[in-house]
């Protein structure tokens, strides 16, 4: 074995997974580009004190997951552990928030966690921003633009939104009083993360995973007693809009997210197939942080997907995003190759639909035909002395029972145009 082995917690995505991971994107382009969002595309470094003021000084992100170091003119940078920082960092820097308002982003992010099943230390989001509109038509804008990509997946049935509003900032400073003081109460049964956040950010307390602390959490004083009416207005404006357009969720009201930007909405899309890193997509409403970047104040919300949850969810399902050749093109000697190859070139051109899938390096026409079975191909393009003699080419079905035939030109290309249309027709 080589003695170089990928980083721990960073992952190298194999040649067989991949068509999913081009599946999930290609899906996501498809759906997020259909709802008039662009694409936008930021460095993978930023400042470190972008991510720990918007993000949150006393966040888990900033306390403890973020790749930080000091360059050679000894600034401090962090590899990004989330994509809205630089969003919004990019979005003022460029004056963009009142001409595009909405965009999104994918790309590898870092966080120095526990590497376990579901979560690395490199691991990739795609994320979704929108800038400017303060009403809930554009958090239910949202949640159903993630609603039409996961019946693009077919994960629909297995993901579950759960829904909660966690107020102002005005709001939840009156509520982190009330929490604490009622939590300092219950202080010896509390987890020792949970003791520890007590000081810090209490609000985290409430998703705690802890049983015992949970128990204490369920006698805790309830936030919706806290909330401002604006905002109590705006959830129950978006609970209405997702009623009427049939997106049914759960109310969590000890949902609060880990990043310290967000208020009034925050959302997690849930499942209950891949055990305890449950969440696959998590997001809400922003409203502060363009002004905090020193842009004019403008609302905002957003949500980030995790792609290695999403990936491991369509693996449960054994959804199959394979991409087999269609032909394997075979060849019984030099004479026969180069014509074969040629061909391949021309039916590439012409029949762009097509994978076609050339066997390279000689070998006998059995072991061709070996190789061809194991590449997945539905055909196998066979070229002899017999089809170079008669300008003919013979397609065998690797797949079913058909007879296999000799072509001319013209057949040729009429059973390249019914294999591309089936192709493409798979593809759909
Ligand atoms: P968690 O509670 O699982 O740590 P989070 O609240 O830290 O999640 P966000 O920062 O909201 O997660 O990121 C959005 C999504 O990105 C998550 O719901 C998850 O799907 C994915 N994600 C976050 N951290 C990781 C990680 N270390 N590895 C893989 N995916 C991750
Ligand atoms: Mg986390």
């Given at each position: 074995m080589s003695q170089y082995r990928a980083v721990r917690g960073m992952v190298d995505v194999l040649p067989d997974e991949t068509p999913l991971w081009q599946m999930l994107e290609q899906t996501a382009r498809d759906v997020i580009g259909a709802h008039g969002y662009s694409e936008i595309r930021t460095p993978l470094v930023e400042r470190t004190d972008l991510f720990a003021r918007s993000i949150g000084e006393v966040t888990d992100i900033v306390e403890k997951e973020m790749y930080s170091f000091a360059d050679r003119n000894d600034e401090g940078l962090s590899l990004r552990p989330e994509g809205t920082a630089s969003t919004v960092r990019a979005m003022v820097q460029h004056n963009?928030?009142?001409?595009?308002?909405?965009?999104?982003?994918?790309?590898?992010?870092f966080r120095y966690e526990r590497p376990q099943k579901g979560r690395q230390r490199q691991f990739h989001q795609l994320g979704v921003e929108a800038f400017g509109v303060p009403t809930p038509d554009q958090d239910a804008e949202l949640l159903l633009l993630c609603r039409q990509w996961w019946r693009r997946l077919g994960i629909d049935d297995v993901v579950t939104l759960e829904l909660n509003t966690i107020g102002s900032a005005e709001s939840r400073h009156a509520y982190k009083q009330a929490l604490t003081a009622y939590l300092r109460q219950h202080v010896e049964s509390l987890d020792e993360d949970s003791q520890r956040r007590l000081a810090t950010n209490p609000l985290r307390i409430l998703d705690s995973k802890s049983a015992?602390?949970?128990?204490?959490?369920a006698g805790a004083p309830a936030m919706a007693r806290f909330l401002d009416d604006e905002s109590k207005a705006h959830h129950d404006q978006l609970c209405e809009l997702l009623g009427q357009a049939g997106l049914s969720f759960v109310a969590n009201p000890n949902l609060v997210r880990g990043l310290d930007y967000y208020n009034k909405t925050v959302f997690e899309w849930t499942t209950d197939r891949l055990g305890a890193q449950a969440t696959v997509c998590g997001g809400g409403r922003y409203d502060g942080m363009v002004g905090q970047f020193g842009g004019k104040a403008t609302p905002a919300a957003g949500f980030a997907a995790g792609l290695e949850r999403l990936v491991m969810l369509l693996q449960s399902l054994e959804v199959d995003a394979l991409d087999h050749p269609d032909l394997y093109v075979i060849s019984a000697d030099s004479n026969a190759l180069s014509q074969a190859m040629l061909?391949?070139?021309?039916?590439?051109?012409?029949?762009?639909?097509?994978?076609?899938?050339?066997?390279?390096?000689?070998?006998?026409?059995?072991?061709?035909?070996?190789?061809?079975?194991?590449?997945g191909a539905s055909w196998a393009m066979v070229y002899g002395p017999d089809e170079l003699a008669q300008g003919t080419v013979t397609v065998k079905p690797l797949r079913t029972n058909e007879e296999q035939t000799s072509l001319d030109r013209g057949a040729l290309n009429d059973f390249l145009h019914r294999l591309e249309r089936l192709a493409s027709d798979i593809e759909e």
């Open positions: 963009l928030i009142q001409s595009a308002q909405r965009v999104w982003y994918m790309g590898p992010m015992a602390t949970q128990n204490v959490v061909e391949a070139d021309r039916i590439r051109t012409e029949f762009p639909g097509l994978r076609v899938v050339q066997h390279l390096g000689g070998a006998s026409l059995k072991s061709q035909f070996k190789r061809a079975d194991k590449s």
